[in-house]
């Protein structure tokens, strides 16, 4: 709202008469204060990375460190080509896809009723986030005993009231109660960040366009829809960037059993209880490449969201 | 759908249909976080009863199964630890975030943009691509189990995130009143205390919160580099995994206390929440 007021460049004296000496100092000056925080990053995240690329390039087994030797990308071909590997590639695409597009989309659904007026809004709104703010082991453990139950689950409980089935969930449909318990978790967020963009629209706008005898249909598909592109990429973009990570609901739920092991289960595996070194560094480099596909795409959103912050001024 | 789907905020209609599916979605959401609180005040015996026993006595057995748990000190331990690990981290990610926030956004350092693309990139890079190099040194440094590691670990995790939310919000505070207070004689430390503090509290505590929430939740790193003595609660909690529900009640007494912090501090600040997840995209 206040987006006028703030000038794009506070500090044109640096930028200008930059030669002189006293001006590379204040340059520096300037760029002082970011310099921790940069330098933390690069050390705590990059480093271990570089390293994780050398390692994948070592027939390295933890139990037996002085068989490590060289083997170029063998671990890689081993990865691509076992089937295990490859099928936790395919589960973790299945998974971050269903995962982000479902919740997505029942999250702009939920952004949209609670946008209006109604009697408890406030209470139903904070109804809606509690999934989001239990911690997630909890909340895997809450699905995995407490609904999936087949015995005494919440789920086949109530089935039972209506004569219904009772069946085995995590056993009969392993990706889809995995998928389930995130879709839970993962939709208020969505409906957080869609919600803001809801009610940062110009009501001015909306009153127009229905002055102008536009439909409620009309009003969603050209006002409303275009203002939310940028939130439900938003909500799309870091909903992947967590859900693509997903460690606590597939270690919780099924230990990574019945088909249900994404890469980053994959990876913990093999080097937590495999001891493989080089093999569960491969898996987390292709973890990465796999990120780069999102990232790209989430560049996209960054800049377009970069663009709106420049022009601002 | 009655003729009510767009709501103009100066002229509030009403419709009662939506309100009351809001209403349905709401209830179904919260139906297991509900039935979870009901279940932990219940015994282990009505707790796994088929069809579930919604009036059951009520009971704290559940809680005290949980805190004598494991024998001896209980949970407290990894309470305690996740406390200092989220509460330490979120502190360095501050101090850490806030000069960079401020070099990034009212003393707009060159190509300050690729900076922050820097930043959110080390966010596209899984947790698991650098974990087997952070255990190795870990281990050999004599790290492994060692509760400030975590911290940071977590401040890595989130400093990005924080870095971002906070130059949105540091944006946001009016060059020209900045401006204002140097020409009236006001040194940098005046001004960051007495005008850009004030104005950017909100948001500073907006990704306070949410830091916080993050480094709580992580499961990941804890569970790889600690064990005895640096255990955190989620940690604690996957001992739970395999009780296959003999111990319904205990298992959900002990997640909702684990969740309680994060519950408490998300309702409290709901607002701050939305405005932070949005990245301060959303003003």
């Given at each position: 709202?206040?987006?006028?007021?703030?000038?794009?460049?506070?500090?044109?004296?640096?930028?200008?008469?930059?030669?002189?000496?006293?001006?590379?100092l204040?340059?520096?000056a300037?760029r002082?204060?970011?310099?921790?925080?940069?330098?933390?990053?690069?050390?705590v995240?990059?480093?271990?990375?570089?390293?994780?690329?050398?390692?994948?390039?070592?027939?390295?087994?933890?139990l037996?460190?002085?068989?490590?030797?060289f083997?170029?990308?063998?671990?890689?071909?081993?990865?691509?080509?076992?089937?295990?590997?490859?099928?936790?590639?395919?589960?973790?695409?299945?998974?971050?896809?269903?995962?982000v597009?479902?919740?997505?989309?029942?999250?702009?659904?939920?952004?949209?009723?609670?946008?209006?007026?109604?009697?408890?809004?406030?209470?139903?709104?904070?109804?809606?986030?509690?999934?989001?703010?239990?911690?997630?082991?909890?909340?895997?453990?809450?699905?995995?005993?407490?609904?999936?139950?087949?015995?005494?689950?919440?789920?086949?409980?109530?089935?039972?009231?209506?004569?219904?089935?009772?069946?085995?969930?995590?056993?009969?449909?392993?990706?889809?109660?995995?998928?389930?318990?995130?879709?839970?978790?993962?939709?208020?967020?969505?409906?957080?960040?869609i919600?803001?963009?809801?009610?940062?629209?110009?009501?001015?706008?909306?009153?127009?366009?229905?002055?102008?005898?536009?439909?409620?249909?009309?009003?969603?598909?050209?006002?409303?829809?275009?203002?939310?592109?940028?939130?439900?990429?938003?909500?799309?973009?870091?909903?992947?960037?967590?859900?693509?990570?997903?460690?606590?609901?597939?270690?919780?739920?099924?230990?990574?059993?019945?088909?249900?092991?994404?890469?980053?289960?994959?990876?913990?595996?093999?080097?937590?209880?495999?001891?493989?070194?080089?093999?569960?560094?491969?898996?987390?480099?292709?973890?990465?490449?796999?990120?780069?596909?999102?990232?790209?795409?989430a560049?996209?959103?960054?800049?377009?969201?970069?663009?709106?912050?420049?022009?601002?001024? | 759908?009655?003729?009510?789907?767009?709501?103009?905020?100066?002229?509030?209609?009403?419709?009662?249909?939506?309100?009351?599916?809001?209403?349905?979605?709401?209830?179904?959401?919260?139906?297991?976080?509900?039935?979870?609180?009901?279940?932990?005040?219940?015994?282990?015996?009505?707790?796994?009863?088929?069809?579930?026993?919604f009036?059951?006595?009520?009971?704290?057995?559940?809680?005290?199964?949980?805190?004598?748990?494991?024998?001896?000190?209980?949970?407290?331990p990894?309470?305690?630890?996740?406390?200092?690990?989220?509460?330490?981290?979120?502190?360095?990610?501050?101090?850490?975030?806030?000069?960079?926030?401020?070099?990034?956004?009212?003393?707009?350092?060159?190509?300050?943009?690729?900076?922050?693309?820097?930043?959110?990139?080390?966010?596209?890079?899984?947790?698991?691509?650098?974990?087997l190099p952070?255990?190795?040194?870990?281990?050999?440094?004599?790290?492994?189990?060692?509760?400030?590691?975590?911290?940071?670990?977590?401040?890595?995790?989130?400093?990005?995130i924080?870095?971002?939310?906070?130059?949105?919000?540091?944006a946001?505070?009016?060059?020209?009143?900045?401006?204002?207070?140097?020409?009236?004689?006001?040194?940098?430390?005046?001004?960051?205390?007495?005008?850009?503090?004030?104005?950017?509290?909100?948001?500073?505590?907006?990704?306070a919160?949410?830091?916080?929430?993050?480094?709580?939740?992580?499961?990941?790193f804890?569970?790889?580099?600690?064990?005895?003595?640096?255990?955190?609660?989620?940690?604690?909690?996957?001992?739970?995994?395999?009780?296959?529900?003999?111990?319904?009640?205990?298992?959900?007494?002990?997640?909702?206390?684990?969740?309680?912090?994060?519950?408490?501090?998300?309702?409290?600040?709901?607002?701050?929440?939305?405005?932070?997840l949005?990245?301060?995209?959303?003003?």
């Amino acid at each position: 709202m206040t987006a006028t007021t703030t000038a794009p460049v506070a500090a044109p004296s640096v930028r200008t008469g930059r030669p002189r000496p006293s001006a590379c100092l204040r340059a520096w000056a300037t760029r002082a204060p970011l310099l921790p925080a940069l330098i933390f990053m690069i050390v705590v995240t990059q480093l271990p990375f570089v390293a994780t690329l050398v390692i994948s390039f070592f027939d390295w087994n933890a139990l037996y460190p002085d068989a490590r030797r060289f083997t170029g990308v063998d671990n890689y071909r081993h990865v691509l080509t076992d089937a295990d590997l490859r099928d936790s590639v395919w589960t973790t695409i299945l998974l971050t896809v269903t995962v982000v597009l479902v919740s997505l989309l029942l999250g702009l659904l939920l952004a949209l009723l609670l946008d209006r007026r109604f009697r408890g809004r406030g209470l139903v709104r904070t109804l809606l986030i509690a999934p989001f703010l239990v911690v997630p082991v909890a909340a895997a453990l809450l699905w995995k005993h407490v609904l999936y139950n087949p015995e005494y689950g919440l789920l086949n409980g109530l089935l039972h009231y209506v004569g219904g089935p009772q069946p085995d969930w995590i056993s009969g449909t392993p990706l889809l109660a995995v998928e389930a318990s995130l879709v839970w978790q993962w939709t208020p967020f969505m409906m957080l960040i869609i919600l803001a963009g809801l009610q940062s629209r110009d009501p001015q706008q909306v009153e127009a366009a229905r002055v102008d005898g536009a439909s409620d249909w009309q009003v969603f598909r050209h006002l409303t829809l275009p203002h939310l592109r940028r939130y439900l990429e938003l909500g799309a973009l870091l909903g992947s960037i967590y859900i693509v990570q997903n460690f606590d609901a597939v270690f919780t739920i099924t230990s990574g059993g019945l088909g249900t092991a994404n890469l980053p289960y994959t990876v913990y595996q093999s080097f937590y209880q495999a001891h493989e070194n080089g093999l569960a560094s491969a898996a987390g480099v292709l973890v990465v490449i796999g990120s780069i596909v999102i990232a790209t795409f989430a560049l996209r959103v960054v800049s377009s969201l970069f663009r709106e912050e420049v022009n601002r001024g | 759908m009655s003729g009510t789907a767009v709501r103009v905020r100066r002229v509030p209609r009403k419709g009662a249909g939506p309100g009351l599916v809001a209403w349905l979605a709401g209830i179904v959401f919260f139906l297991p976080v509900a039935w979870m609180a009901l279940t932990s005040f219940h015994s282990e015996k009505d707790a796994a009863t088929n069809p579930p026993s919604f009036g059951a006595a009520l009971t704290l057995d559940g809680y005290r199964e949980f805190f004598g748990a494991g024998g001896g000190a209980g949970p407290w331990p990894s309470l305690i630890n996740s406390t200092v690990a989220s509460v330490a981290s979120t502190l360095l990610v501050l101090l850490l975030a806030l000069p960079a926030a401020y070099a990034l956004s009212i003393r707009r350092v060159r190509k300050w943009t690729d900076v922050l693309f820097f930043f959110l990139s080390t966010k596209m890079l899984p947790a698991v691509a650098g974990l087997l190099p952070i255990y190795l040194f870990a281990k050999n440094a004599g790290l492994l189990d060692n509760i400030w590691l975590l911290v940071v670990l977590y401040t890595s995790m989130n400093l990005p995130i924080a870095v971002w939310m906070m130059q949105s919000f540091l944006a946001e505070v009016p060059v020209a009143v900045i401006e204002a207070a140097r020409v009236d004689g006001a040194r940098l430390p005046t001004v960051l205390a007495r005008v850009i503090a004030p104005m950017a509290l909100p948001g500073i505590a907006a990704t306070a919160l949410i830091c916080f929430i993050f480094s709580w939740n992580e499961l990941l790193f804890a569970r790889v580099l600690t064990g005895v003595v640096a255990e955190t609660a989620p940690v604690f909690l996957t001992g739970f995994i395999t009780s296959q529900g003999l111990f319904l009640a205990k298992v959900c007494a002990a997640s909702l206390v684990i969740s309680l912090p994060v519950l408490a501090a998300g309702f409290a600040a709901q607002d701050k929440l939305v405005q932070g997840l949005s990245l301060g995209a959303v003003k």
